[in-house]
């Protein structure tokens, strides 16, 4: 295999795919080739560096040099300046990936990595997700070789048991016991499946995996295969993850012509295959019952439990199903121990748990921390705080099953007990950073308008119920709100979350109840004085000019697209409270800041 | 795949590629590569140092390069940073040098003074 001096790893996550990656690594081989480095220097398409704020991310070893935003025009200048000449192009480097002496700082040196522990993230954004070798590089399909070789699958799960490793996909049920009760269930076929039906609004950890180190979760599952007694895997992912079904393919058919799928794996008699089945979007699909019926070819509805899945799973048969970054975690407990995996963490929660960070944050992207960490750490140092310097105001984490934590929780280490104790949930790790301009009913009233349109409709509870709800919320958004309406939603989410059929019902209301809890003056305000004390809400909002400030120039009526400013010029104009439709044109062109929104 | 140690095979030939990847603390070997270094022919010199390095599994060493050290005249210029010690810079090195420092220097931890700017700089005098 021929060596290189240096390489060029190029982002293809979903982030830095949009924002042109492609392209520039077209350039980068066009330039190369150009200069006759072609030989020497070598372009990489890497899994998700996180950072997707600053994509597309570009990362040359051996120096380490963290260029971000890199589009196709700056190639030439990288490949003439670095890759021949050896200097760095300070100007595209990461703002925090240079010392002062303009040398580059090591990814663990930037305050983005600093606090990250990256275990179910180790292989994104270090290896082609394309090439099998390279995951065999470093130190893939190891694991599955020292589970079939040396281990009984009563200690492979003994092992999962004593790492203290808690499903990742939301309810953070212990998954040892998981595998446990799969591998006891009576059945002549068993079943591993894999989650990857990710769906919360924001949520984009499971595909980052998928996309970035596919054989992770592949080695993972055979690995589970063999524990429970299973011989065929079904990964279920969605199918508006374009590049996470293509890698998944590419790696199932590279593990299958290495043989690490198919029959008689490492020489023993273990056999396992795995399939892809594509989920049509549907959010009630990520439920496990209702994601077995739509792998079966039916509609996908959930059904009450039990049987659970371990019992009577995919066709009626003992089924094993975790989420994709549990099955992350896997080989790197079989490799380094369960101990090693329990030093990671808090004394429930083990290991660590992959965000995606999103919302008003100056870091959007992917971030992977000990379980512990406080939210102040992700938001302030990792996530670089809130965009002009705003208040924090609150998280909301799980999605549309989980709640919004408020700025007094700010120094609560996150875990699955404690985020729960505070009225939120871990949920597939969806982090939403929320500043001072958002008002708490709506983002309430958003959520839950995402789960009336999801419901699958099979229980009343939740088809019915939760549609109540939303337009109680609605009432309260557009100024109709009444006393008695937050009783009305305390009274509905308790009833839904007792009878709804599944989780998604179940914790339809959580949205509502946690922001009730928190922010219940926001939802007075908004009942009792008609007013959003974030300035959100459209129906109960003014503009006024304010007599004072304003010169009388004028621009605001010139901008207003539905004439409701009139006035003389050089004296204060005035706005036509039943003209104007609250666009806001007005307030950005008033050079005085004379208008104010009440 | 039927054996672990065909996996180790697989293994071991592409983590020497893949190396580079990796946070190393080792020696860094830093070609001067400005345009007056390249047209004094630090380019074969930068590629003999990886012939060279890779030749003896040397996986702590990386071998990169710079822009112009300074000293034009002396191009090729080649310095090593080996951690814990004072920099070594070598002048006018060519391709027929570098096993020598590479196994001396890097290996060995003897400098191989007859190619440093100091013993060149005394020789002028």
Not at chain 1, 129 to 150: C, H, Q, R, S, W
């Amino acid at each position: 295999m021929q060596l290189y001096r240096s390489h060029v790893l190029v982002c293809g996550g979903t982030g830095c795919h949009s924002s042109g990656s492609d392209d520039v690594i077209e350039v980068f081989n066009r330039e190369l080739e150009k200069n006759n480095l072609q030989n020497e220097v070598k372009v990489i398409r890497t899994g998700c560096f996180g950072l997707c704020e600053v994509g597309p991310i570009v990362i040359v070893y051996p120096e380490g040099a963290f260029y971000s935003r890199i589009r196709a025009e700056d190639v030439p200048e990288i490949v003439s300046e670095h890759l021949l000449k050896g200097r760095l192009v300070t100007r595209l480097l990461y703002h925090d990936a240079v010392h002062e002496d303009e040398t580059a700082k090591s990814l663990n040196e930037m305050d983005f990595y600093k606090k990250q522990k990256r275990v179910a993230l180790r292989h994104c954004g270090v290896i082609d997700p394309e090439n099998i070798d390279e995951y065999i590089a470093f130190g893939g399909y190891k694991a599955l070789g020292k589970v079939l070789t040396e281990m009984k699958p009563e200690e492979v799960i003994d092992t999962i048991k004593a790492s203290g490793l808690r499903g990742r996909g939301g309810a953070g049920f212990p998954a040892g016991l998981k595998w446990e009760f799969t591998a006891k269930a009576e059945g002549d076929k068993k079943y591993v499946c894999c989650n990857a039906d990710e769906g919360d609004p924001g949520a984009f950890m499971d595909r980052s995996i998928l996309e970035g180190d596919p054989h992770s979760v592949l080695e993972a599952m055979t690995i589970a295969g063999y524990a429970v007694g299973a011989d065929q895997g079904y990964i279920y992912v969605r199918a508006e993850y374009p590049i996470a079904v293509k890698r998944l393919s590419i790696a199932i058919d590279q593990a299958k012509e290495y043989g690490l799928l198919g029959e008689n794996i490492f020489g023993t008699d273990f056999s396992f295959d795995i399939g892809i089945r594509l989920g049509a979007g549907a959010f009630v699909c990520g439920e496990e019952t209702a994601l077995m019926a739509s792998i079966e070819g039916y509609r996908g509805e959930p059904r009450p439990r039990p049987p659970f899945p371990a019992q009577k799973g995919v066709f009626g048969k003992p089924t094993l199903l975790n989420n994709v970054e549990t099955y992350a975690n896997i080989t790197k407990i079989i490799l380094d121990g369960p101990e090693k995996f329990r030093e990671i963490g808090t004394e429930k929660s083990k290991g660590t748990k992959v965000f995606a960070l999103g919302g008003n944050i100056n870091n959007t992207g992917l971030v992977e921390i000990p379980m512990g960490t406080t939210l102040r750490e992700i938001v302030y140092e990792i996530g670089g705080g809130i965009p002009g310097g705003k208040k924090f105001k609150a998280a909301q984490t799980g999605g549309p099953s989980g709640g919004c934590i408020p700025a007094e929780h700010l120094d609560t280490p996150i875990d699955y007990d404690s985020l729960i104790e505070i009225g939120s949930m871990m949920g597939s790790g969806g982090l939403i950073v929320m500043d001072e301009d958002n008002c708490m009913v709506d983002i309430a009233r958003f959520f839950l308008e995402f789960t009336v349109e999801e419901s699958c409709g099979k229980c009343p509870p939740c088809r019915i119920g939760t549609k109540r709800m939303l337009e109680i919320l609605n009432k309260i958004t557009s100024g109709k709100g009444e006393e008695g309406d937050i009783e009305k939603l305390e009274t509905l989410a308790k009833n839904i979350s007792a009878s709804a059929l599944c989780g998604l019902g179940q914790t339809a209301p959580n949205p509502v109840l946690s922001t009730l809890r928190y922010f219940r003056d926001e939802y007075e305000a908004h009942i009792r004085d008609k007013k959003c004390p974030a300035g959100v809400c459209q129906a109960l909002l003014k503009y006024v000019i304010v007599e004072e400030k304003c010169k009388g120039c004028g621009l605001c009526a010139k901008s207003c697209p539905v004439n409701a400013i009139n006035g003389e010029r050089k004296t204060p104009f005035k706005i036509d409270e039943n003209i104007c439709i609250k666009c806001g044109a007005c307030m950005s062109k008033c050079p005085f800041r004379a208008i104010e929104k009440k | 795949m039927k054996s672990l140690e065909e996996l180790e095979e697989i293994r071991k030939k592409t983590l020497e590629s893949v190396n580079i990847r990796t946070e190393r603390q080792g020696t860094r070997v830093v070609v001067g590569m400005g345009t007056c270094g390249i047209a004094a022919g630090a380019r074969p010199v930068l590629l003999a140092f990886l012939d060279e390095v890779s030749k003896r599994n040397l996986n702590n060493v990386i071998v990169t390069q710079t822009g112009c050290i300074g000293v034009c005249r002396l191009e090729p210029m080649v310095e090593i940073y080996t951690p814990g010690e004072e920099k070594v810079t070598y002048v006018k090195v060519t391709p027929d040098k570098v096993s020598k420092i590479v196994s001396n220097h890097i290996v060995n931890g003897q400098i191989v003074s007859e190619y440093t700017i100091g013993a060149y700089e005394e020789e002028e005098r």
